[in-house]
């Protein structure tokens, strides 16, 4: 088992920025692969971006040069670095850890933190 909680959320105006933080506790998290996934109102829940166990990274076309990701496997969290926001990135963000071990997936998710950019 995974818990996770995500902290850093807020309000900013445009082209501000936030850090979000995804803290993990409960398992070994350092094996998981972790992503920061968003839901606007009305919207599906969309990948944002993802970190491997190893490290390998990968970003939506929409927050790649603004966003960043980051882990610290000895402090069990993952961070999300989000510069020059956007109004388009208001949106409930939620931090999922994933797993596949023996045939089996593990997928947690944390309760999500808001983000709002407006002026």
């Known amino acids: 088992q995974v818990q996770l909680v995500e902290s850093g959320g807020g309000w900013v105006q445009p082209g501000g920025s936030l850090r979000l933080s995804c803290a993990a506790s409960?398992?070994?998290?350092?094996?998981?692969?972790v992503g920061w996934y968003r839901q606007a109102p009305g919207k599906q829940r969309e990948l944002v971006t993802a970190?491997?166990?190893?490290?390998?990274?990968t970003y939506a076309d929409s927050v790649k040069g603004r966003f960043t990701i980051s882990r610290d496997n000895a402090k069990n969290t993952v961070s999300l670095q989000m510069n020059n926001l956007q109004p388009e990135d208001t949106a409930v963000y939620y931090c999922?850890?994933?797993?596949?071990?023996?045939?089996?997936?593990?997928?947690?998710w944390g309760q999500g933190t808001q983000v709002t950019v407006s002026s």
């Open positions: 999922n850890a994933k797993r596949v071990a023996f045939g089996t997936t593990h997928d947690y």
């Open positions: 970190i491997t166990a190893g490290g390998d990274t």
């Open positions: 409960g398992s070994i998290f350092s094996f998981y692969s």
